[in-house]
């Protein structure tokens, strides 16, 4: 469904013509086998606590999503209106797994799973995110994260 | 997403992206990517389907033990068929004709104001069964989200509050007045496609015509903010 040819034509083409930033080199970490391993999820769906203030246009902060964090606290407040939040209102695990990040944990297939957890409003350029992205990531290594789920949205 | 992998894998932290658009991940080649053929808002396949999010996760986690990189793979399962399901949905409670591009402001006002009331009992148990709500990031009630999106449009444009009305305090209110609709609508058992509701939602209720109305007004505003909230952060792409 999300194949560019499945979407209204305005959106495909926009999509479509949205500039991305290539890289010569892909960066590439090792790491102990997934069993032994914790997991954060980055979500880019504008996820933040009930209350905090909301993502706007251009934003490239992140916000905080305590794995303590009761599901009825996280809202959305990402800009774009071209994507569907009836998967997100009916079940959070569609855009933040952490449940079944959680259970997967408990099977043993994963080590553990991170205190916390962030999302970035994915509207935002990528170039504009990166600063904040590095900034951020001794906070997840210090977190003892060796393996990032990137979830878009 | 792809641009935050290389951030955060160049900083030492091994990274999987879900990809929901591949022709963007085959241009910035992240370290590894599976990608998803779920519609955009679901990366993680429709709701309450617990054991196709397990897969799908555990199918991106086990990217990790590639030797190298960049990997990119497809997920080899489709989003289930629910179109047999949902042939059962209709909408909630039984509306009057919407109001109409026409329809003076204050009737506008009125005809919204009785949606929402005749949606609550829906809502309300869509809040009771899921326990949570996604409503509520303008910090408004639903009944003061819809004050908020009408007082641009009232006759005195010069009222009190219309100084409070910025471009992201009615992008935040029009969101919640579509996630009261939205969720209420999905609130009867069984299942429903997005693309079902987001037509009723747009189709049939009076709460469309309200921020098509605001789409209008600040069509040609002298604020930039405005023109963009106008063009972009209304209506979707799909339903301009």
């Known amino acids: 469904m999300a194949r560019l040819t499945d979407l209204p034509p305005s959106l495909a083409h926009h999509l479509a013509d949205l500039e991305c930033p290539t890289h010569d080199t892909t960066p590439w970490v090792n790491g102990p086998p997934l069993s032994g391993r914790r997991v954060a999820i980055v979500s880019t769906a504008g996820l933040q606590r009930r209350g905090e203030p909301t993502f706007d246009l251009g934003d490239s902060g992140y916000r905080i999503l305590d794995g303590d964090l009761p599901a009825s606290d996280i809202v959305m407040s990402h800009i774009s209106t071209n994507f569907d939040r009836t998967g997100f209102q009916q079940d959070l695990n569609v855009v933040f797994p952490l449940d079944r990040l959680r259970e997967l944990a408990a099977r043993g297939v994963i080590g553990s799973v991170a205190r916390f957890h962030y999302s970035f409003m994915g509207a935002t350029t990528p170039e504009a995110m990166a600063p904040t992205a590095r900034a951020l990531a001794p906070l997840l290594q210090r977190d003892g994260v060796d393996a990032l789920l990137l979830a878009p949205v | ?240």
């Open chain 2, 1 to 240: 997403m792809s641009g935050l992998a290389h951030v955060f894998e160049a900083a030492g932290i091994p990274t999987i992206v879900v990809s929901l658009i591949r022709e963007h991940t085959v241009k910035m080649r992240p370290p590894r990517a599976l990608w998803v053929p779920f519609e955009l808002g679901r990366p993680f396949g429709p709701p309450d389907q617990p054991a196709l999010q397990t897969r799908v996760l555990e199918h991106a986690l086990r990217l990790l033990a590639a030797p190298s990189g960049p990997v990119l793979e497809d997920f080899p399962e489709e989003a289930p068929h629910s179109a047999s399901a949902e042939t059962g949905w209709t909408c909630p409670v039984l509306f009057r004709a919407p109001a109409t591009a026409g329809t003076q402001q204050d009737a506008l006002r009125l005809a919204v104001r009785r949606e929402i009331a005749m949606l609550r009992p829906w809502y309300e148990r869509a809040l009771a069964v899921r326990g949570r709500t996604s409503v509520g990031v303008s910090g408004l009630s639903i009944d003061d989200v819809l004050e908020h999106l009408c007082v641009p449009l009232l006759a005195a444009s010069s009222a009190p509050n219309a100084a409070a009305c910025t471009a992201d305090s009615l992008r935040l209110a029009a969101e919640d007045l579509k996630a009261y609709f939205t969720e209420a609508a999905t609130a009867q058992p069984g299942t429903v496609s997005s693309a079902t509701v987001l037509h009723w939602f747009w189709h049939d209720t009076s709460g469309s015509t309200l921020l098509r109305a605001l789409q209008a007004h600040f069509a040609d505003s002298e604020d930039p903010t405005l023109r963009l909230l106008s063009a972009l952060l209304l209506v979707p792409r799909s339903q301009a």
